[in-house]
């Protein structure tokens, strides 16, 4: 029961490096979420898919960009990274189109930090 | 913009003591409602969800939430800690936006228990 695995666990980039977070889930969700989590800012949303193959804009997207490469996989791009994207990365899936009363499922989090 | 209010960043009880964690959102219409929990290093686990069946809630680990509409609440409550209740929790509503229910997280509260 692996439900959603995001890798790499940890990760240290330098200023304009780029790389790719990985985000699978199975347990057949037709929806899936990036958040960015902060030191007293919650979780905010960097973009989602409410179904497989279409992507919208969250509340933080600039500077990223994602692929819904199949129902069961959901990447995170940064193209260039920057200090202030230096977070937590939560990958998330819902059972329902949209997230009509189904609550989130969530991976354990990638630890980013760019130099 | 719609919005979610977590009253506190910190709440500190003795353990035994009554736990109250405050939500308010901010909506024109019913929206769903979520509680979740994060223990250090890991991601978040629901801890309990509004169905609109009841206005109190029963949830997980002895936690309850009552939704009151006229006050736009959705508060969290432990009639007694315990030392293993010591986590970070997140109020989330789910709001319309173009067809599908985006879920929006509180800055969250962290509840410390004191022996």
């Known amino acids: 029961n692996a439900g959603v695995t995001q890798t790499p666990k940890f990760q240290v980039l330098k200023t304009g490096q780029s790389m790719t977070l990985q985000c699978a889930q199975d347990m057949n969700h037709n929806s899936m979420y990036w958040y960015r989590q902060d030191p007293g800012m919650g979780l905010r949303l960097i973009y989602y898919s409410a179904s497989e193959g279409t992507t919208d804009k969250g509340e933080v997207p600039n500077g990223y960009n994602v692929s819904r490469l199949n129902k069961r996989e959901f990447s995170l791009r940064l193209e260039s990274a920057a200090p202030s994207q230096t977070s937590v990365y939560f990958c998330?899936?819902?059972?329902?189109?949209?997230?009509?009363?189904?609550?989130?499922?969530f991976g354990n989090g990638t630890r980013l930090t760019v130099t | 913009a719609q919005s979610v209010t977590q009253l506190g960043s910190h709440v500190s009880v003795s353990e035994g003591a009554l736990v109250l964690l405050r939500c308010n959102y901010s909506?024109?219409?019913?929206?769903?409602l979520f509680w979740y929990v994060q223990y250090p290093n890991q991601g978040l686990q629901l801890l309990l969800k509004?169905?609109?069946?009841?206005?109190l809630v029963k949830g997980i680990n002895g936690f309850e939430a009552e939704f009151k509409k006229s006050e736009t609440s959705f508060h969290l409550t432990k009639p007694s800690a315990h030392m293993s209740d010591a986590a970070e929790y997140f109020c989330?509503?789910?709001?319309?936006?173009?067809?599908?229910?985006?879920?929006?997280f509180g800055r969250g509260t962290s509840l410390i228990v004191h022996p």
């Open positions: 509004y169905t609109s069946a009841a206005t």
């Open positions: 909506s024109s219409v019913p929206p769903y």
């Open positions: 989330a509503v789910s709001f319309l936006s173009g067809g599908s229910y985006i879920p929006t």
């Open positions: 998330a899936s819902s059972e329902a189109r949209g997230a009509y009363n189904s609550p989130l499922h």
